[in-house]
């Protein structure tokens, strides 16, 4: 039988904990809600994938529970939910430990796919092939040390985000990677990227590879790979 993924719901308004958990619990997920961060911070043993964190609170903010978890060391993923949604709201958000932020009013459909990108995150995570220093293939060599791409020997200048893309296809050649996966991958904490701006990354990768790029593969309808 699968085991379903907990979630604890954290909210003083009892309507908005109750909206939460019929339509989490209809995506097939286990909840349980808290009304104050205090009460949720007895229920951390719980074995919780995700924790949906109301910030304005009476007593402990969530804010003060997300860094007092991180204090203790608790990695479970925090998405805050909150009627302040300022940039430096956001930001105080993220420095506590925070995994993604939605601001109130939300549609249900936008907290389900956040959720669900979260998840995905963690799981891809729990799979992470065992890191090398070298990549090399005729005469194209990924050092992962350096975070270096060499063609013929020579040093070919990518962005952060160019050479994680091609350092995540080319550790795990043949293996199709979606858009979504490689979002979460790379992009990580980053909301709001658009499947799009994968597409635009790649082209520009597969350009500075020259006579190399035809190593990263497009499969249409699936994603990206790297092809030996």
Request: charged share 30%; proline share 2%.
């Amino acid at each position: 039988m699968e085991t379903k993924n907990k979630i604890l719901v954290v909210d003083d308004e009892a309507d908005i904990c109750e909206v939460l958990k019929f339509n989490l619990e209809n995506e097939g997920f286990a909840i349980e809600t808290a009304s104050s961060a205090e009460a949720a911070y007895s229920k951390l043993s719980g074995g919780f994938q995700l924790i949906l964190l109301d910030v304005m609170m009476g007593g402990m903010s969530g804010f003060q529970l997300a860094q007092k978890m991180r204090l203790e060391k608790n990695d479970t993923p925090v998405i805050f939910l909150t009627a302040k949604d300022t940039e430096n709201d956001m930001l105080t958000g993220f420095s506590v430990g925070g995994d993604d932020y939605i601001s109130k009013p939300f549609s249900i459909k936008e907290v389900i796919a956040r959720v669900k990108a979260i998840l995905r995150r963690g799981e891809s995570k729990g799979m992470e092939i065992p890191e090398r220093e070298n990549i090399a293939i005729d005469d194209l060599e990924i050092n992962l040390e350096s975070k270096q791409l060499y063609i013929c020997k020579k040093p070919i200048s990518l962005t952060k985000k160019e050479f994680e893309i091609l350092a995540l296809l080319a550790k795990t050649p043949g293996r199709v990677y979606s858009r979504d996966e490689i979002l979460d991958r790379v992009w990580e904490n980053e909301s709001f990227v658009l499947d799009r701006t994968v597409d635009v990354h790649i082209t520009r990768l597969r350009k500075k590879m020259g006579n190399t790029g035809f190593r990263v593969v497009n499969r249409t309808g699936y994603g990206y790979c790297f092809n030996l």
